[in-house]
């Protein structure tokens, strides 16, 4: 599915890509090339090479955290399939991953390497990527697989057979969700002959009868080195990944094939289009599209700031004119930058009982009022201020560079990704609302869920841009200074991270390093109350977290809102059972501000009763769609299934009725009680993570949360082990193309058990790697499913921590999944793992760990924890030595020992021809 950028309550937020300072291409001096190798330009720290065979390459360097991520993107995706091949560019993604001869266990080969490793499919590309901890022999070998895949993959009749129904599952799940399929649908009643309006996952008919021979031909003539460019970033030796690219891509030919002109243009829209889609369950949802400019076009820049002016939360004119007077429960826009003509949408998900007729014509009139309602400068600036600082953030992980540039490239080259900042940077207030009127009138109109009146007004013929006459002479900005090699080994981490005490109980960790565009990740996590004083507060925390940063004593929303964005700031809060914990993510110099922010949010809430209805609208909304998926059914049946708490104990497994009960009952003044005896830092953690002053932010602390104790006494509520009887439960949701299935198992230990690293890494083995059992009988041999894992939930505390295995797949092969399933356990029972599998397992087990504790935000979030459980890295130093002194005898004991298939409370849910329980 191409992934959508989207400012919203409803669609998923992905970030833009983002910025840094100018490095001269005549400055730009890079490491001794290869003889065959020939650099072409260098644009912000970013290199670029080509070989004779047409392979683009980019080295993007970054010595901050001891990550490598690599990601060859081809210039292929659901644009370039013919009539009758629609999803096959998305089919051959999955097919590449089958192997080759040199290769042939891919997955199994990333997981003993630890590797991050996935692959996604677009209008306009393709690419596989990987991220692990950088060492040469893990960045040597991923090269010389992707070099291998290019050219050798297997593609083989026997490998689609099972791959077909895993895509097919594929399918099954967007199917289920209507926000999807409505959104489907409309892109397609957008584009009458263009193939942006095919699905990039394809046509059900296509994929199923796909012929083998013309999947072969697509991928030879399309994944070839002179239609790929090959980026690796973080943490590498240069001059060692120049060689290794000649080595292994340099001896692959270049092609004689000429890759085919595409030249199919949709015509100027010259009217109103509709499309209603009718489903059982969810919630009512309207989408308003506009065909835009490609990507690459100047005017582009003006859509996607037209995108948060009329889309964002709460400064947005949907949200005023829609949520704010009670028309919508959410908005939202997005839109696409694409290489040919995109498209833009903007949308409202309703709650229970609002009138859509009424809520469509608000959302069409302030869509299409520019004319009427100019945009201001004031609405201008703000939605400048939050692109550019969405491309910061994202600018400053160069793993999310790597990837992120695949669009620009796709758009038809790279450098787009710093020329479209820059556009941002100097549209004018004029071009926003000449793009504005251009393009969102009603004849270039298509709305889901509405029927249209047609008064014909065209927006401008569309047209492609010549990119390489416009990016000619262009010159990027400086780059930045280079980060520090950081090595996130426990004991460095505890040797580099700084704790102390703020009274009366914030407990603090700090871990200052460089790190590229001065980026810090943050948490904070107060505790609070009790087992009797927490209870029947039923939806209050959760409505106080979601109401902390509408507004303070001394700023409201909006000012709240513009101060995070001045300081740069994401700030996010959440509160449950007897916690509050608030994120932060921002820039070195304002940290310290985004603290004192957050103290007086924490402190001096204003908590207002209109936004508390704004919140319980959209909770309600969310609830509703959830009452008819099979994954929340059966979670909820699954959850209740043996629960002995009464109602009004935050530990009860509440029913969606129970839920719903809940929120219509919050009031604003519990609210405001809830606050005022229970918030405070009598008890609390705080750990920051990423370039920052250590003085200055302790300083801030002591400012913010300092001598602010908590009325009611703290102290955790007990989890102890409970037996559950074993149960099968069959939960029928008619209509619904995905069904769920769930295991669930309570085991007497926690993470300080002797067994738990023997039973970590008999779970990994059998359900959590990329190369485990129940991975690949279910889903590599079989393809009966997308997603089939297993996992353990671990507490820290008691010895009472839950195994969870879980699969979706097609309700009419639940028979198969079942018994697939119940083969698996009993074979590894019986037999236990090989040595061959716990080996490769521990390894991948073992760079799985160092690679999670690269991640500043993780790393932040597990000082909090070990804060809050008086540990230290050490503890993490000392499960990687049980791990690596571990026997195959010792995992497969573990195994035995606690994982009962008697115990099982083994769960199904989907829409089930065969009632059979």
Same mark, same amino acid.
């Given at each position: 599915?191409?992934?959508?950028?989207?400012?919203?309550?409803?669609?998923?937020?992905?970030?833009? *890509?983002?910025?840094?300072?100018?490095?001269?291409?005549?400055?730009?001096?890079?490491?001794?090339?290869?003889?065959?190798?020939?650099?072409?330009?260098?644009?912000?720290?970013?290199?670029?090479?080509?070989?004779?065979?047409?392979?683009?390459?980019?080295?993007?360097?970054?010595?901050?955290?001891?990550?490598?991520?690599?990601?060859?993107?081809?210039?292929?995706?659901?644009?370039? =399939?013919?009539?009758?091949?629609?999803?096959?560019?998305?089919?051959?993604?999955?097919?590449?991953?089958?192997?080759?001869?040199?290769?042939?266990?891919?997955?199994?080969?990333?997981?003993?390497?630890?590797?991050?490793?996935?692959?996604?499919?677009?209008?306009?590309?393709?690419?596989?990527?990987?991220?692990?901890?950088?060492?040469?022999?893990?960045?040597?070998?991923?090269?010389?697989?992707?070099?291998?895949?290019?050219?050798?993959?297997?593609?083989?009749?026997?490998?689609?057979?099972?791959?077909?129904?895993?895509?097919?599952?594929?399918?099954?799940?967007?199917?289920?969700?209507?926000?999807?399929?409505?959104?489907?649908?409309?892109?397609?009643?957008?584009? %009458?002959?263009?193939?942006?309006?095919?699905?990039?996952?394809? !046509?059900?008919?296509?994929?199923?009868?796909?012929?083998?021979?013309?999947?072969?031909?697509?991928?030879?003539?399309?994944?070839?080195?002179?239609?790929?460019?090959?980026?690796?970033?973080?943490?590498?030796?240069?001059?060692?990944?120049?060689?290794?690219?000649?080595?292994?891509?340099?001896?692959?030919?270049?092609?004689?094939?000429?890759?085919?002109?595409?030249?199919? $243009?949709?015509?100027?829209?010259?009217?109103?289009?509709?499309?209603?889609?009718?489903?059982?369950?969810?919630?009512?949802?309207?989408?308003?599209?506009?065909?835009?400019?490609?990507?690459?076009?100047?005017?582009?820049?003006?859509?996607?700031?037209?995108?948060?002016?009329?889309?964002?939360?709460?400064?947005?004119?949907?949200?005023?004119?829609?949520?704010? %007077?009670?028309?919508?429960? /959410?908005?939202?826009?997005?839109?696409?930058?694409?290489?040919?003509?995109?498209?833009?949408?903007?949308?409202?998900?309703?709650?229970?009982?609002?009138?859509?007729?009424?809520?469509?014509?608000?959302?069409?009139?302030?869509?299409?009022?520019?004319?009427?309602?100019?945009?201001?400068?004031?609405?201008?600036?703000?939605?400048?201020?939050?692109?550019?600082?969405?491309?910061?953030?994202?600018?400053?992980?160069?793993?999310?560079?790597?990837?992120?540039?695949?669009?620009?490239?796709?758009?038809?080259?790279?450098?787009?990704?710093?020329?479209?900042?820059?556009?941002?940077?100097?549209?004018?207030?004029?071009?926003? %609302?000449?793009?504005?009127?251009?393009?969102?009138?009603?004849?270039?109109?298509?709305?889901?869920?509405?029927?249209?009146?047609?008064?014909?007004?065209?927006?401008?013929?569309?047209?492609?841009?010549?990119?390489?006459?416009?990016?000619?002479?262009?010159?990027?900005?400086?780059?930045?200074?280079?980060?520090?090699?950081?090595?996130?080994?426990?004991?460095?981490?505890?040797?580099?991270?700084?704790?102390?005490?703020?009274?009366?109980?914030?407990?603090?960790?700090?871990?200052?390093?460089?790190?590229?565009?001065?980026?810090?990740?943050?948490?904070?996590?107060?505790?609070?109350?009790?087992?009797?004083?927490?209870?029947?507060?039923?939806?209050?925390?959760?409505?106080?977290?979601?109401?902390?940063?509408?507004?303070?004593?001394?700023?409201?929303?909006?000012?709240?809102?513009?101060?995070?964005?001045?300081?740069?700031?994401?700030?996010?809060?959440?509160?449950?059972?007897?916690?509050?914990?608030?994120?932060?993510?921002?820039?070195?110099?304002?940290?310290?501000?985004?603290?004192?922010?957050?103290?007086?949010?924490?402190?001096?809430?204003?908590?207002?009763?209109?936004?508390?209805?704004?919140?319980?609208?959209?909770?309600?909304?969310?609830?509703?769609?959830?009452?008819?998926?099979?994954?929340?059914?059966?979670?909820?049946?699954?959850?209740?299934?043996?629960?002995?708490?009464?109602?009004?104990?935050?530990?009860? !497994?509440?029913?969606?009725?129970?839920? =719903?009960?809940?929120?219509?009952?919050?009031?604003?003044?519990?609210?405001?009680?809830?606050? *005022?005896?229970?918030?405070?830092?009598?008890?609390?953690?705080?750990?920051?993570?990423?370039?920052?002053?250590?003085? !200055?932010?302790?300083?801030?602390?002591?400012?913010?949360?300092?001598?602010?104790?908590?009325?009611?006494?703290?102290?955790? #509520?007990?989890?102890?082990?409970?037996?559950?009887?074993?149960?099968?439960?069959?939960?029928?949701?008619?209509?619904?193309?995905?069904?769920?299935?769930?295991?669930?198992?309570?085991?007497?230990?926690?993470?300080?058990?002797?067994?738990?690293?023997?039973?970590?890494?008999?779970?990994?083995?059998?359900?959590?790697?990329?190369?485990?059992?129940?991975?690949?009988?279910?889903?590599?041999?079989?393809?009966?499913?997308?997603?089939?894992?297993?996992? #353990?939930?671990?507490?820290?505390?008691?010895?009472?921590? %839950?195994?969870?295995? /879980?699969?979706?797949?097609?309700?009419?092969?639940?028979?198969?999944?079942?018994?697939?399933?119940?083969?698996?356990?009993?074979? #590894?029972?019986?037999?236990?793992?090989?040595?061959?599998?716990?080996?490769?397992?521990?390894?991948?087990?073992?760079?799985?760990?160092?690679?999670?504790?690269?991640?500043?935000?993780?790393?932040?979030?597990?000082?909090?924890?070990?804060?809050? $459980?008086?540990?230290?890295?050490?503890?993490?130093?000392?499960?990687?030595?049980?791990?690596?002194?571990?026997?195959?005898?010792?995992?497969?004991?573990?195994?035995?020992?606690?994982?009962?298939?008697?115990?099982?409370?083994?769960?199904?849910?989907?829409?089930?021809?065969?009632?059979?329980?």
């Amino acid at each position: 599915m191409t992934p959508i950028r989207s400012r919203n309550a409803f669609a998923s937020v992905l970030s833009l *890509a983002l910025a840094t300072a100018l490095m001269s291409p005549a400055l730009a001096k890079g490491p001794v090339l290869p003889a065959v190798l020939s650099q072409v330009t260098a644009v912000e720290g970013i290199r670029e090479y080509r070989l004779p065979n047409g392979l683009q390459v980019l080295l993007i360097p970054d010595d901050s955290k001891p990550t490598t991520t690599v990601n060859v993107t081809y210039r292929v995706g659901s644009r370039h =399939e013919s009539y009758g091949e629609t999803g096959m560019a998305h089919l051959l993604e999955h097919m590449l991953f089958k192997g080759s001869p040199r290769h042939p266990q891919v997955w199994g080969d990333f997981n003993k390497r630890g590797f991050s490793a996935n692959g996604s499919t677009s209008y306009d590309r393709t690419n596989y990527y990987a991220s692990f901890a950088a060492n040469d022999e893990n960045l040597r070998w991923y090269l010389e697989w992707q070099a291998d895949a290019m050219v050798n993959s297997f593609i083989a009749r026997k490998d689609l057979d099972s791959e077909m129904t895993v895509v097919r599952n594929e399918m099954e799940m967007g199917e289920n969700s209507p926000g999807r399929v409505l959104l489907e649908k409309t892109v397609a009643a957008m584009y %009458q002959w263009h193939n942006y309006g095919k699905s990039t996952i394809g !046509a059900r008919a296509d994929v199923e009868g796909v012929d083998i021979g013309h999947l072969q031909a697509f991928y030879r003539l399309h994944y070839q080195p002179d239609n790929a460019t090959l980026i690796v970033s973080g943490k590498f030796d240069q001059a060692k990944v120049l060689a290794w690219v000649q080595q292994y891509f340099a001896v692959i030919p270049k092609p004689k094939r000429v890759l085919p002109p595409l030249y199919t $243009l949709d015509p100027v829209q010259d009217g109103e289009r509709a499309v209603t889609l009718r489903r059982v369950g969810g919630v009512p949802l309207l989408y308003a599209g506009y065909h835009v400019v490609p990507g690459a076009h100047p005017d582009f820049a003006a859509v996607e700031l037209l995108e948060v002016i009329m889309g964002d939360n709460p400064s947005g004119r949907l949200h005023k004119r829609l949520t704010d %007077q009670q028309l919508a429960a /959410s908005v939202f826009s997005f839109s696409q930058a694409l290489a040919d003509p995109g498209f833009m949408i903007m949308g409202a998900q309703l709650a229970p009982g609002q009138d859509l007729a009424a809520s469509r014509q608000a959302l069409l009139d302030v869509v299409e009022s520019v004319g009427r309602e100019p945009i201001t400068q004031e609405e201008l600036d703000r939605a400048r201020t939050k692109w550019l600082n969405d491309w910061d953030m994202g600018f400053a992980d160069s793993q999310h560079v790597g990837v992120a540039l695949s669009s620009a490239v796709a758009q038809g080259d790279w450098r787009l990704m710093f020329l479209s900042r820059d556009r941002v940077k100097a549209v004018k207030l004029a071009d926003v %609302q000449r793009v504005a009127q251009q393009y969102l009138v009603q004849s270039n109109r298509t709305v889901g869920e509405y029927l249209p009146t047609a008064t014909p007004m065209r927006a401008p013929t569309p047209d492609r841009v010549n990119v390489a006459t416009m990016l000619k002479d262009f010159k990027g900005q400086d780059a930045g200074a280079p980060a520090e090699t950081f090595v996130a080994s426990p004991a460095n981490i505890n040797a580099r991270t700084q704790r102390l005490t703020i009274e009366p109980g914030l407990k603090v960790a700090l871990l200052p390093k460089t790190t590229r565009g001065q980026a810090v990740r943050a948490t904070l996590t107060l505790r609070m109350g009790d087992e009797k004083s927490l209870a029947n507060w039923g939806e209050v925390p959760s409505a106080l977290g979601e109401l902390l940063d509408k507004g303070s004593s001394t700023l409201n929303r909006q000012q709240v809102q513009d101060r995070m964005d001045a300081l740069q700031a994401e700030v996010s809060f959440q509160a449950g059972d007897g916690t509050l914990s608030v994120g932060i993510s921002t820039k070195r110099d304002n940290l310290p501000a985004a603290i004192e922010l957050v103290g007086d949010l924490l402190r001096h809430p204003s908590l207002p009763a209109d936004a508390l209805e704004e919140i319980r609208r959209q909770a309600l909304t969310g609830l509703e769609g959830q009452r008819k998926e099979p994954q929340a059914v059966l979670s909820e049946a699954l959850s209740r299934h043996g629960n002995p708490y009464p109602r009004g104990d935050v530990r009860h !497994a509440r029913t969606f009725d129970e839920i =719903e009960a809940d929120w219509r009952a919050v009031k604003i003044e519990q609210v405001r009680e809830f606050h *005022a005896k229970f918030v405070g830092t009598s008890q609390a953690q705080f750990a920051a993570v990423g370039d920052f002053d250590a003085k !200055a932010v302790t300083q801030a602390l002591q400012r913010a949360l300092g001598g602010w104790s908590s009325q009611q006494a703290i102290a955790r #509520v007990p989890s102890p082990l409970i037996p559950v009887p074993p149960a099968r439960l069959v939960l029928l949701t008619p209509d619904k193309q995905n069904a769920a299935m769930q295991v669930l198992q309570d085991l007497p230990l926690n993470d300080l058990h002797p067994d738990y690293p023997a039973f970590m890494l008999a779970n990994h083995l059998l359900g959590s790697g990329g190369d485990s059992r129940f991975w690949n009988r279910i889903r590599e041999k079989e393809g009966l499913s997308y997603s089939v894992y297993s996992a #353990v939930q671990w507490n820290s505390i008691e010895s009472n921590s %839950q195994w969870v295995a /879980s699969a979706i797949f097609a309700p009419q092969n639940r028979g198969k999944v079942e018994s697939a399933f119940r083969e698996e356990v009993a074979k #590894v029972l019986t037999q236990g793992f090989t040595q061959s599998e716990f080996e490769s397992g521990k390894r991948g087990l073992l760079n799985f760990r160092q690679l999670s504790r690269a991640q500043d935000a993780r790393l932040a979030g597990a000082w909090v924890s070990n804060l809050y $459980l008086d540990r230290t890295f050490e503890v993490s130093a000392k499960v990687d030595a049980a791990l690596e002194a571990l026997t195959l005898d010792q995992v497969n004991q573990a195994l035995r020992r606690y994982l009962k298939p008697d115990q099982f409370v083994f769960g199904l849910a989907g829409d089930f021809k065969d009632k059979t329980p």
